[in-house]
C-alpha cells in the first residue's frame, strides 16, 4: 500500500531570504546554476510560492469584482530558465484557485495591457498579469513584473508579496505541491495574446497616416532584437505598415544572448544596429531590450537616438501635439537637454530621482495637482506616455517615431529618417559624458557598523557643503537626488544607488580638459572617506 502524501512541512526546502529577491518594483534572482559564487535563489518552489502570494494579494485588491474566478496572464522574454519559472508561475496561480492564461513568448508591454484589453475571445481584461524577465541581465537571471489594470506594481507592493510569499514557502508541504501541479495541468489555457497587442500597434500607425493602409510603404527599417523578445515588430508591425525589413537581425529568441547584450544603453548593442543600417542603407534602425519596455533608434546616417537624443526626440514629438507640457525624466539628463526643452521647444524640464517608476509616478503625481505632463522618460530608453496609460512600453515608443514618419510621409514630405533628424536639430550635447562608480566598501572601519548608506549620505552631505564654499561651482537650484552642481562649462551628479552600495558620479562637460576640473572638485571633497572606492575617478583625472 502506498504511503499518504505528507502533510507536514516539506523538509528538503532551502532557507530562502525572499526579501532579498527585491529590486525596486521587480523581484530578480538567480534562476540557473553554472556562475561561479552565483547560487539559484529563483527555485521552483520560491517561484510558486511568490506566484500564490501575488495571486492573494489580487484577491485582496481585487474581492469586490470575485464574483467569478479571477485571471492571470503569464507571459516571459527569451531567457533559457523562462519555461520552468513559467510553470512554476502557473502552479502558484491555480493552486491559489485563480485561472492561468499563459502567453508564452510576450513583452512586458503587452502584458500590462491584457489587463486593459476587452476582447472575451483573448480572455481579456485579466485581472492581473506576470511577466517573467530580468530585463538586460545575464542568462543566468530571471524575475517577475507584476500588472493590475492601475499599471505596474510599486515596491511597497512587492515587499507585502515577498513577506506573504516567504510564509507560504514555510508552509509548502509534499500534498499541497502535487495539488497546485495537478489543478494547473488542468486548468491553464494558452493563448497567442501578442496578436492582439501587435494589431494595436500597427492601427495607431495607419491612423496617424490618414487611415493609409501602407503607411510606411517602401520604407527600409532595420530592428534588432538582440535575441530577445522582440523580434515580432519586424513581421507583425513594420511589414503590415509596408516597410521593408531586410537586414533585421537577432530576431530569433535565444536565452544566451550570442551577438550582444540587449540594451539600449550599450556601446556594443547600439554599435551593430548602427552597422546594420549603414550597410543596408536603410532609412531607420530600431533596437529593443529583451522585454522590449525599452528601445532606442539610429537615423539613415548612423546617428542615435538614445539616452538625451531620444528623450529630445520624444519631447519634440509629444510637445507639437501637446505645447508647453513638463517633460519628467530622471537625475542624469543633461543640462544642454533642459536648454532644447524649455527655450526651442516651449516646454517645461522637471528632473526627477532615477528609476522609470520613479519618472512616471512624478509625471503621475504632477497631473494630479494640476501640472499636465504627457511624458516620463529615463535616458535608459524607458519611456511612457499618458495616452498609452503611463506604461513604459518601448514598441510604443517607436510607434510615435513611426507615426512621425508615416504623417510625413502622407504629407509628401520626402527625405527618410531626416524629419526625425530635424527635430532634434539644436540640442547642445556635451564633448565629454562619463559614469563613474565609486563603490562603498561596506566592511572598512569607517563604517563602525552603520549601514552604507548613512555613510553615502554623509559624503553627498559634505559635497554640498565644499559647492557652497566653492565660488567657481553652483549648486543646482532645483535637485531631487543627490548633489548636482555646474561649473568649468559643464556639471556633474553624485547620487547613492537605490540598491547598492555605490556612488555613481556623473560629469558631462565640454572638453576633456573641463570635465577633469569637474572630477578633481569631487575628488578633494570626498578624499577623507576611506571606505569610498576612489579608483575609477582617480584614474580618470590622471588620463
Not at 504629407?411 to 527618410?416: D, E, L, Q, R
Not at 559614469?435 to 559634505?462: C, M, T, W
Request: proline share 4%.
Amino acid at each position: 500500500m502506498a504511503a499518504a502524501p505528507s502533510t507536514t512541512a516539506v523538509p528538503y526546502l532551502e532557507k530562502v531570504d525572499f526579501m532579498k529577491l527585491q529590486n525596486g518594483s521587480d523581484i530578480r534572482g538567480v534562476a540557473v546554476a553554472g556562475v561561479e559564487g552565483e547560487p539559484v535563489t529563483l527555485t521552483e518552489p520560491v517561484t510558486e510560492a511568490i506566484a500564490a502570494a501575488f495571486s492573494a494579494w489580487l484577491l485582496e485588491m481585487k474581492r469586490a469584482d470575485a464574483s467569478k474566478p479571477l485571471r492571470v496572464s503569464v507571459g516571459h522574454d527569451s531567457r533559457i530558465s523562462a519555461q520552468v519559472l513559467q510553470d512554476a508561475v502557473s502552479q502558484g496561480i491555480a493552486g491559489a484557485g485563480l485561472d492561468v492564461v499563459q502567453y508564452g513568448l510576450a513583452s512586458t508591454p503587452a502584458m500590462f495591457n491584457s489587463t486593459l484589453t476587452e476582447d472575451e475571445a483573448f480572455l481579456c481584461p485579466v485581472d492581473g498579469a506576470i511577466m517573467i524577465t530580468a530585463s538586460h541581465l545575464p542568462y543566468n537571471r530571471n524575475g517577475f513584473k507584476f500588472f493590475t489594470n492601475a499599471g505596474g506594481l510599486g515596491k511597497a507592493d512587492i515587499k507585502i508579496i515577498l513577506e506573504r510569499a516567504a510564509d507560504i514557502y514555510k508552509s509548502f508541504t509534499d500534498q499541497g505541491l502535487m495539488k497546485s501541479k495537478r489543478k494547473a495541468s488542468e486548468s491553464i489555457k494558452r493563448l497567442d495574446y501578442m496578436t492582439v497587442y501587435t494589431s494595436d500597434l500597427v492601427k495607431a500607425v495607419r491612423k496617424a497616416a490618414e487611415n493609409i493602409e501602407k503607411p510606411l510603404e517602401g520604407f527600409h527599417i532595420v530592428v534588432d532584437a538582440g535575441n530577445g523578445a522582440g523580434g515580432f515588430f519586424a513581421e507583425k508591425v513594420l511589414q503590415p505598415l509596408g516597410a521593408i525589413t531586410s537586414g533585421s537581425q537577432f530576431l530569433e529568441p535565444d536565452g544566451m544572448f550570442p551577438n550582444h547584450i540587449p540594451n539600449p544603453e550599450d556601446k556594443t548593442a547600439m554599435k551593430a544596429i548602427t552597422q546594420a543600417v549603414l550597410e543596408n542603407k536603410a532609412d531607420l534602425g530600431i533596437i529593443f531590450d529583451t522585454d522590449v519596455d525599452r528601445s532606442a533608434a539610429v537615423d539613415s546616417i548612423g546617428r542615435e537616438f538614445n539616452r538625451n537624443r531620444l528623450i529630445a526626440l520624444m519631447s519634440a514629438i509629444v510637445l507639437e501635439e501637446h505645447p508647453g507640457t513638463t517633460i519628467v525624466t530622471d537625475s542624469v539628463t543633461s543640462d544642454g537637454l533642459t536648454t532644447f526643452i524649455e527655450k526651442k521647444l516651449g516646454g517645461k524640464h522637471h528632473r526627477f530621482k532615477r528609476g522609470y517608476k520613479n519618472v512616471i509616478d512624478e509625471a503621475v503625481r504632477l497631473n494630479s495637482v494640476g501640472e499636465e505632463s504627457h511624458l516620463a522618460i529615463e535616458t535608459s530608453g524607458h519611456g511612457a506616455l499618458r495616452e498609452n496609460h503611463w506604461l513604459d512600453d518601448g514598441a510604443y515608443l517607436m510607434v510615435k517615431v513611426l507615426n512621425k514618419l508615416a504623417s510625413a510621409i502622407a504629407s509628401g514630405i520626402a527625405g527618410g529618417s531626416k524629419v526625425l533628424t530635424d527635430l532634434v536639430e539644436g540640442l547642445q550635447e556635451p564633448g565629454v559624458a562619463v559614469e563613474l562608480r565609486l563603490k562603498i566598501d561596506q566592511n572598512h572601519p569607517d563604517l563602525k557598523g552603520g549601514s552604507f548608506r548613512e555613510y553615502g549620505e554623509a559624503v553627498l552631505q559634505l559635497l554640498e557643503n565644499h559647492i557652497e564654499s566653492d565660488p567657481k561651482l553652483q549648486k543646482a537650484p532645483v535637485n531631487y537626488e543627490g548633489v548636482r552642481a555646474s561649473g568649468f562649462g559643464g556639471w556633474f551628479l553624485l547620487r547613492l544607488s537605490l540598491h547598492d552600495p555605490v556612488l555613481p558620479l556623473n560629469i558631462e562637460a565640454t572638453s576633456h580638459e573641463d570635465a577633469v576640473k569637474l572630477g578633481l572638485a569631487v575628488s578633494s571633497a570626498v578624499k577623507e572617506f576611506h571606505a569610498l572606492d576612489t579608483s575609477a575617478l582617480d584614474k580618470f583625472i590622471q588620463t
